[in-house]
């Protein structure tokens, strides 16, 4: 079963956002290198980073991929927000 385009979209910014955490320069990462990773084929991948593109989470320079201040800002956000006891 193939995996939805909401978590292949989670799972995308979770990929990029440890790539800018474990690095001292944000890394762009490549689309072959996203779909090694989530194991989802690149069709699906650029599916949903066309969607992340358009709500300005990420930057695109030729076929790599890194976030945007506002997607980092978000995710810190939900990271210090999110409670799974409630």
């Given amino acids: 079963m193939e995996p939805n385009d ?8 979770q990929v ?4 800018s955490n474990t690095l001292e320069e944000i890394k762009h990462v490549s689309l072959m290198r996203l ?3 989530l194991e989802v084929p690149i069709t699906k ?3 949903n980073i066309n969607y992340l593109y358009g709500i300005d ?5 030729d ?3 890194k976030l ?10 939900h990271e210090r927000t999110y409670c799974p006891y409630l």
């Fill in 6 to 13: 909401e978590n292949i979209r989670r799972w995308i910014l």
């Fill in 16 to 19: 990029l956002y440890t790539e």
């Fill in 35 to 37: 779909s090694e990773i």
């Fill in 45 to 47: 991948i650029k599916e």
């Fill in 57 to 61: 989470f990420i930057l695109q320079k």
């Fill in 63 to 65: 076929n790599e991929f």
């Fill in 68 to 77: 945007t201040e506002k997607a980092i800002w978000a995710i810190r956000q």
